[in-house]
Protein backbone atom coordinates (compact mmCIF):
# COMPACT_ATOMS: atom_id res chain seq x y z
CA UNK A 1 0.00 0.00 0.00
CA UNK A 2 1.71 3.53 -0.71
CA UNK A 3 2.08 6.40 1.91
CA UNK A 4 -0.45 8.98 1.41
CA UNK A 5 1.80 11.92 1.22
CA UNK A 6 0.50 15.59 1.74
CA UNK A 7 2.15 18.78 -0.01
CA UNK A 8 1.44 22.40 1.23
CA UNK A 9 3.02 25.23 -0.42
CA UNK A 10 2.43 28.63 0.17
CA UNK A 11 3.66 32.34 0.84
CA UNK A 12 3.02 33.92 3.59
CA UNK A 13 1.90 37.85 3.36
CA UNK A 14 1.14 40.63 5.36
CA UNK A 15 -2.12 40.34 5.03
CA UNK A 16 -1.73 36.52 6.18
CA UNK A 17 0.41 37.40 9.23
CA UNK A 18 -1.57 40.33 10.07
CA UNK A 19 -5.07 38.05 10.46
CA UNK A 20 -3.20 35.02 12.05
CA UNK A 21 -2.33 37.47 14.74
CA UNK A 22 -4.69 39.51 15.11
CA UNK A 23 -7.30 36.39 15.63
CA UNK A 24 -4.84 35.10 18.40
CA UNK A 25 -5.29 38.84 19.80
CA UNK A 26 -8.49 38.93 19.96
CA UNK A 27 -9.19 37.17 23.09
CA UNK A 28 -6.49 39.92 24.55
CA UNK A 29 -8.62 42.95 22.75
CA UNK A 30 -12.13 40.86 24.06
CA UNK A 31 -10.34 41.11 27.97
CA UNK A 32 -9.26 44.80 27.77
CA UNK A 33 -12.73 46.02 26.27
CA UNK A 34 -14.52 44.32 29.42
CA UNK A 35 -11.96 45.58 31.53
CA UNK A 36 -12.52 48.89 30.09
CA UNK A 37 -16.52 48.76 30.30
CA UNK A 38 -16.39 47.80 34.01
CA UNK A 39 -14.16 50.79 35.06
CA UNK A 40 -15.89 53.14 32.71
CA UNK A 41 -19.16 51.54 34.23
CA UNK A 42 -17.92 52.38 37.90
CA UNK A 43 -17.04 55.48 37.33
CA UNK A 44 -20.44 56.56 35.69
CA UNK A 45 -22.19 55.05 38.61
CA UNK A 46 -19.99 56.61 41.04
CA UNK A 47 -20.50 59.65 39.53
CA UNK A 48 -24.41 59.28 39.19
CA UNK A 49 -23.95 58.03 43.47
CA UNK A 50 -22.66 61.33 44.37
CA UNK A 51 -25.06 63.63 41.74
CA UNK A 52 -22.31 65.31 39.72
CA UNK A 53 -23.48 64.27 36.65
CA UNK A 54 -21.77 67.98 35.15
CA UNK A 55 -18.63 66.70 35.88
CA UNK A 56 -19.38 63.18 34.61
CA UNK A 57 -20.54 64.70 31.23
CA UNK A 58 -17.27 67.03 30.88
CA UNK A 59 -15.28 63.55 31.24
CA UNK A 60 -17.43 61.68 29.20
CA UNK A 61 -14.94 61.59 26.34
CA UNK A 62 -12.15 60.59 27.79
CA UNK A 63 -14.25 57.34 28.68
CA UNK A 64 -14.57 57.04 25.28
CA UNK A 65 -11.83 58.02 23.27
CA UNK A 66 -9.06 56.89 26.04
CA UNK A 67 -10.04 53.12 25.50
CA UNK A 68 -11.04 53.68 22.13
CA UNK A 69 -6.86 54.92 21.23
CA UNK A 70 -5.77 51.96 23.28
CA UNK A 71 -7.18 49.07 21.60
CA UNK A 72 -6.92 50.98 18.31
CA UNK A 73 -2.79 51.04 19.22
CA UNK A 74 -2.46 47.81 19.57
CA UNK A 75 -4.65 46.93 16.23
CA UNK A 76 -2.00 49.34 14.71
CA UNK A 77 1.29 47.61 17.03
CA UNK A 78 0.15 44.38 15.56
CA UNK A 79 0.07 46.02 11.75
CA UNK A 80 3.07 47.33 12.16
CA UNK A 81 5.06 44.56 13.45
CA UNK A 82 3.84 42.31 11.05
CA UNK A 83 4.96 44.50 8.56
CA UNK A 84 8.23 45.22 9.80
CA UNK A 85 8.36 41.13 9.89
CA UNK A 86 7.55 40.73 6.39
CA UNK A 87 9.89 43.35 5.23
CA UNK A 88 12.20 42.42 6.98
CA UNK A 89 12.16 38.48 5.66
CA UNK A 90 14.17 37.95 2.55
CA UNK A 91 11.87 37.34 -0.17
CA UNK A 92 12.88 33.25 -0.17
CA UNK A 93 11.86 32.92 3.53
CA UNK A 94 8.23 33.91 2.57
CA UNK A 95 7.84 30.94 1.17
CA UNK A 96 7.24 27.68 2.93
CA UNK A 97 6.66 23.93 1.97
CA UNK A 98 5.77 21.18 4.04
CA UNK A 99 5.67 17.50 3.30
CA UNK A 100 3.45 15.45 5.50
CA UNK A 101 3.79 11.57 5.46
CA UNK A 102 1.40 9.43 6.62
CA UNK A 103 2.75 6.96 9.16
CA UNK A 104 5.82 8.94 9.30
CA UNK A 105 7.64 10.37 12.65
CA UNK A 106 7.96 13.94 11.57
CA UNK A 107 7.34 16.37 8.78
CA UNK A 108 9.67 17.97 6.42
CA UNK A 109 9.65 21.85 6.18
CA UNK A 110 11.25 23.90 3.63
CA UNK A 111 11.69 27.61 3.51
CA UNK A 112 14.42 29.21 1.51
CA UNK A 113 17.20 27.59 1.11
CA UNK A 114 16.60 25.89 4.46
CA UNK A 115 15.49 22.25 5.08
CA UNK A 116 14.26 20.64 8.64
CA UNK A 117 12.38 17.77 9.86
CA UNK A 118 10.54 18.25 12.35
CA UNK A 119 9.38 15.35 15.19
CA UNK A 120 5.64 15.22 15.68
CA UNK A 121 6.68 14.34 19.11
CA UNK A 122 8.45 17.79 19.53
CA UNK A 123 5.43 19.12 19.36
CA UNK A 124 3.83 21.19 21.51
CA UNK A 125 0.23 21.28 19.86
CA UNK A 126 -1.73 22.23 16.68
CA UNK A 127 -4.84 24.25 16.52
CA UNK A 128 -6.83 24.32 13.70
CA UNK A 129 -8.51 27.46 12.80
CA UNK A 130 -11.18 28.30 9.69
CA UNK A 131 -8.60 29.26 7.15
CA UNK A 132 -5.06 27.83 8.49
CA UNK A 133 -3.24 25.93 11.37
CA UNK A 134 -1.26 27.13 13.95
CA UNK A 135 1.52 24.51 14.54
CA UNK A 136 3.08 25.70 18.27
CA UNK A 137 6.78 23.76 19.06
CA UNK A 138 6.48 25.57 22.07
CA UNK A 139 4.60 28.75 24.21
CA UNK A 140 6.43 31.14 22.20
CA UNK A 141 7.24 30.03 18.46
CA UNK A 142 4.27 28.53 16.27
CA UNK A 143 3.84 28.08 12.55
CA UNK A 144 1.16 29.08 10.19
CA UNK A 145 0.00 26.21 7.76
CA UNK A 146 -2.40 28.22 5.54
CA UNK A 147 -4.64 25.92 4.36
CA UNK A 148 -4.88 27.41 0.96
CA UNK A 149 -1.84 25.97 0.15
CA UNK A 150 -2.78 22.46 0.38
CA UNK A 151 -2.20 21.21 -3.38
CA UNK A 152 -5.80 19.38 -3.17
CA UNK A 153 -7.90 20.76 -1.02
CA UNK A 154 -9.10 17.00 -0.02
CA UNK A 155 -5.60 17.01 1.39
CA UNK A 156 -7.10 18.74 4.70
CA UNK A 157 -9.27 15.84 6.22
CA UNK A 158 -6.33 13.40 5.61
CA UNK A 159 -3.92 15.96 7.62
CA UNK A 160 -6.38 16.25 10.12
CA UNK A 161 -5.91 12.69 10.61
CA UNK A 162 -2.41 12.74 10.28
CA UNK A 163 -2.36 15.00 13.24
CA UNK A 164 -5.12 13.62 15.30
CA UNK A 165 -3.59 10.00 14.96
CA UNK A 166 0.00 12.01 16.17
CA UNK A 167 -0.48 14.10 18.54
CA UNK A 168 -3.94 12.95 20.39
CA UNK A 169 -5.58 15.13 22.76
CA UNK A 170 -2.81 17.59 22.29
CA UNK A 171 -4.21 18.33 18.34
CA UNK A 172 -7.47 20.80 18.79
CA UNK A 173 -9.32 20.33 15.44
CA UNK A 174 -12.22 21.75 14.00
CA UNK A 175 -14.51 18.95 12.97
CA UNK A 176 -14.46 17.64 9.08
CA UNK A 177 -16.69 20.39 7.53
CA UNK A 178 -15.45 19.79 4.26
CA UNK A 179 -13.13 22.65 3.72
Given at each position: ????????????????????N??????????????V???????????????????????SPL?????????????????V????????????????????????E??????GR??????W?????V??????????H???????L?????????????????V????????????????
Open positions: MATMMIHVDFTITQRDLFRVLEVANLRLAGACVAALVVGSLIWFFWLIDDLHILLQLFIGAPLMAIVGQVLRLHYCRQFIKNLPESQRRAQYLFQENAGYDITWSFSHILQDLMTIEKRNYFLIYNKFEARILKSGFHQQSDIPLFRQIDSQLGTKARLLADSGS
